[in-house]
């Protein structure tokens, strides 16, 4: 459906592009609007079982022209928002499109796109054989040939770390310290994004003894030489810790440093003041928490964040909360004291916190009813008859 | 005989909690220390149980009412949870307080042929003005004064499943049930001196019964209790007999007067008539006749009195000061003037004790409430009420 979309949007500014740059070939204007009506038509009026077919199937020709479209789409597209076509990045491709053609639709994926055909068709394997009917690749009659040729290249980069070691054992230079790969924070690629990556279905098996030879080779001394070879299996999650802003420390009159913050969940809003006074004294709107939140669990809510850094009764809380019912209050003030709380803390603390689900706000909001049933998931009581 | 008991129950606690937490032997020495000199052994317990020799250095600590006075001081009808913690326990240990010292000491001192002082002990929900006021019932009891304790002023108030029109006065109301049952808690706990007191008014119940002047009183409340029908106006009678004779420089006994949720008696009731029209408490022979005992126009006595939040209807939680309870205009006017005493959640001292003396009774089984962080969370989850705590331990 997305590559639906793409083509129409895709072609679309190309042919305004045409018009507006004045070029009048006609017959090249008569096939791209023969091509963009046989495209926009419905695949049901073909009268074929279209569940019976499989994936579609892109030809490599077909690819390439998409490619070509899409890089003179770029350059129209930059021509029309009035910027450069050489550095039209992808960024700035999609907050025109965004701009060009708003959606207010709730899914992401849902929404106009236009993005380079390698990302949006899937992976396809090229052709497998030539004319003569011989397979190019060697592996072929494994039946998993990427598979095995992953598995054949990465031993032999094993024997060759081998070989290494013993030349290096011979000079004397062996060290069994080594350079060792450096991963950072990264983690293995799962089973699906290696099928991605192979083009080919993957048993489980096959991908537990792919991990096992691969950890092999990140454990020998001297893997720092494989370390790019490594990191193309690797996902890298560094991104997410970074995100956190952490707010400074204010003093207020008297020299107590206290910092604020705001929290949100379901439908309350909440702000919290964090005194660094010495009491355990906490105040929600005005009253003592004891008697805005009778139920434990709500209490415990709030203290959660305070006990997971063990500073129970250091601080002093003025929060004031509004909206929503009693444990969305106290979901909201926990994120907020877990904000406030940061710029107390240090960077592994805030990685704890993070990793302890403090700092994500909950996105969970009440879900829509749908018309033609009584609520978001129940249906109407079914009868018979 | 009371060191004995509580060493021979800490040597049982001692071999128990030997085990369980690394204090044990820290109590194990305590215990020797206490069987050779007669020291108070643990902080939070103190050695003296009689009210009137506590002090302030005692404050904080637990003492133990004595197994005779127990039933006097609590009597039935009191909230369920501190008898239940006295049957769990085994003893009825109640912790020394800034409000009942107080309380206590104003009384040491009053001049009791001057109109009777009237104390209310106000404070949040359950930080511990029922308790205050056992408190200061158990020190006029070992004074020997005469006690009238209303443990819940708030059951006849509520919907009650008897209702009499009264003998006596037409337009009023009685409840043969909470009558008697008050009798019956009044004969208990003054059983010694009912038998000395003597009625100076005849007093006539039906055509063929009544009482002579000059018998006792003790006569006239088991007549109330055998004569359910009649029931409240002897408690009426009792009432205006005690009040008449304690200021009397012969009587030789003193009255106090001990309400719990005083300010049941002017707020509004869930008894309807049978016209579904709502009762006021005026209307009820009972609350009519403690009304009259509130007024400070007799002497030789004390009220003491608490207000009550949690059974009172109509009511927000946030206000617990006498004046929105009481109501502005009736009860404060005729409680006024008297002195109000506040209640606070526990201080950390306090707290402090209240956590050792449940470390010692065991009750803490969770292995993390015993250490240091496990008492900050219980501090933090409780705000040191007295009520909030005690409901927390009750499922470590």
Redesign the interface.
């Known amino acids: 459906m997305a590559a639906s979309c793409v083509r129409t949007v895709g072609s679309f500014i190309g042919k305004c592009g045409h018009c507006s740059l004045g070029i009048n070939t006609i017959t090249s204007q008569v096939s791209r609007q023969v091509l963009n009506r046989q495209i926009c038509v419905s695949s049901a009026l073909h009268g074929k079982n279209i569940a019976s077919m499989g994936p579609e199937k892109f030809t490599a020709e077909f690819i390439q022209k998409q490619v070509e479209e899409y890089n003179i789409g770029k350059r129209h597209l930059a021509n029309m928002m009035g910027e450069d076509p050489e550095n039209f990045t992808q960024e700035d491709i999609d907050r025109s499109i965004a701009y060009l053609f708003p959606s207010s639709l709730f899914v992401k994926e849902a929404r106009p796109v236009m993005k380079h055909p390698d990302i949006i068709f899937p992976k396809q394997k090229a052709a497998q054989w030539g004319e003569d009917g011989r397979p190019f690749h060697f592996l072929f009659y494994t039946g998993k040939q990427a598979y095995y040729s992953l598995m054949h290249d990465l031993y032999g980069k094993i024997l060759k770390l081998e070989k290494y070691q013993d030349r290096l054992k011979v000079k004397g230079l062996f060290s069994s310290e080594g350079k060792k790969a450096s991963l950072g924070l990264s983690r293995w690629l799962t089973k699906e994004e290696l099928e991605q990556l192979l083009v080919q279905p993957t048993s489980q098996q096959d991908y537990n003894h792919f991990i096992q030879l691969i950890e092999r080779l990140l454990s020998m001394p001297y893997s720092g030489t494989e370390e790019e070879f490594i990191l193309r299996y690797r996902y890298q999650l560094e991104a997410e810790s970074r995100k956190q802003t952490v707010q400074p420390l204010q003093k207020d009159e008297k020299g107590v440093a206290f910092s604020s913050a705001e929290g949100r969940r379901k439908t309350s809003n909440s702000s919290v003041i964090l005194r660094d006074c010495g009491s355990g004294r906490v105040t929600v709107n005005g009253q003592d928490y004891l008697h805005y939140f009778p139920f434990l669990q709500h209490r415990e809510q709030l203290m959660f964040p305070l006990q997971f850094v063990d500073m129970l009764g250091r601080f002093d809380l003025q929060c004031t909360v509004s909206g929503g019912g009693p444990s969305s209050q106290a979901g909201a003030l926990r994120l907020a004291i877990s904000r406030a709380l940061l710029s107390f803390l240090s960077e592994g603390d805030m990685e704890n916190m993070r990793q302890a689900g403090l700092l994500t706000p909950d996105p969970r909001v009440r879900e829509r009813k749908k018309p033609g049933q009584e609520g978001a998931r129940r249906k109407f009581t079914w009868k018979r008859r | 005989m009371a060191l004995q008991r509580l060493s021979l129950k800490l040597r049982q606690t001692v071999t128990h909690s030997r085990s369980l937490h690394s204090s044990g032997c820290g109590h194990q020495q305590k215990a020797v220390a206490a069987l050779s000199d007669p020291e108070p052994f643990s902080i939070f317990r103190s050695q003296e149980n009689d009210p009137a020799c506590q002090s302030e250095k005692h404050l904080g600590q637990y003492y133990t009412v004595p197994s005779s006075h127990v039933r006097a001081v609590f009597p039935q009808g009191l909230r369920a949870r501190y008898p239940q913690q006295i049957k769990t326990f085994n003893e009825a240990c109640v912790m020394v307080r800034q409000p009942a010292l107080e309380v206590i000491s104003c009384l040491k001192k009053a001049d009791y042929s001057k109109p009777a002082l009237r104390f209310i002990f106000y404070g ?1 929900e359950g930080s511990g003005k029922t308790l205050s006021l056992c408190h200061s019932v158990h020190y006029c009891y070992t004074q020997g004064w005469v006690v009238l304790h209303v443990p819940n002023a708030f059951r006849w108030v509520k919907s009650c499943r008897d209702l009499l029109p009264s003998s006596y006065n037409k337009s009023r109301f009685d409840q043969p049930f909470h009558a008697t049952e008050w009798l019956r808690n009044f004969k208990i706990i003054n059983e010694s001196i009912l038998s000395k007191i003597k009625i100076k008014q005849r007093y006539m119940w039906t055509k063929r019964e009544f009482t002579e002047e000059g018998s006792l009183l003790g006569e006239l409340v088991d007549q109330g209790i055998s004569r359910v029908k009649s029931s409240s106006d002897v408690v009426g009678a009792v009432m205006k007999e005690l009040r008449l004779q304690s200021g009397q420089p012969e009587a030789g006994f003193r009255l106090a007067v001990a309400v719990d949720g005083v300010n049941a008696l002017w707020g509004k009731t869930n008894i309807k008539k049978e016209n579904k029209s709502p009762v006021d408490p005026e209307e009820l022979t009972l609350v009519y006749n403690l009304r009259k005992l509130m007024k400070n126009d007799w002497s030789g006595g004390a009220v003491i009195t608490t207000l009550s939040q949690t059974r009172f209807f109509y009511i927000s ?2 206000s617990y000061l006498p004046q929105e309870l009481l109501g502005e205009v009736s009860g404060f006017d005729s409680m006024d003037p008297f002195i109000p005493v506040s209640v606070p959640n526990y201080s950390e001292k306090e707290f402090e004790s209240c956590y050792l003396y449940y470390m010692d009774r065991n009750w803490l089984q969770h292995p993390q409430s015993r250490t240091e ?1 496990g008492k ?2 219980l ?5 040191r ?1 007295p009520a ?1 705590f005690e409901k ?1 331990c009750t499922f470590l």
Request: charged share 30%; hydrophobic share 45%.
């Open positions: 949040w939680k946030s962080e900050k969370e501090i933090f989850l409780s705000n009420n909030a927390l």
